[in-house]
């Protein structure tokens, strides 16, 4: 799959993870499934997380939503908005 569908685009130097993601759930429509384990065991910090370049994550943020034929503004919104919340409720 990763053969036909390609790895990450390094055009995107903070979120190429989410361009990854979005290009194979929304633009392939790959199936997937809910696996009732952990299995990544990740650390807070990196380049998305810093608020020194929170501007920068949103301008890629935008970027790859608008690559990708989205509501690059509106998605953004709520992608941070949702993101908010976790620090909330913790």
């Keep these: 799959m990763i053969d036909?569908?390609?790895l990450?685009?390094?055009d995107f130097k903070i979120a190429s993870d989410t361009e990854f993601l979005l290009r194979y759930l929304y633009k392939y429509k790959i199936n997937m499934s809910y696996i009732d384990a952990y299995i990544v065991r990740m650390r807070m910090g990196g380049m998305s997380t810093s608020f020194k370049r929170a501007f920068e994550v949103l301008y890629e943020d935008y970027k790859i939503y608008k690559f990708h034929g989205l509501a690059a503004i509106v998605v953004v919104f709520l992608k941070k908005s949702i993101a908010l919340?976790?620090?909330?409720?913790?």
């Excluded at 919340?85 to 913790?90: K, N």
């Design 85 to 90: 919340r976790q620090y909330i409720v913790h």
């Design 8 to 10: 990450y685009n390094l």
């Design 4 to 6: 036909q569908h390609g």
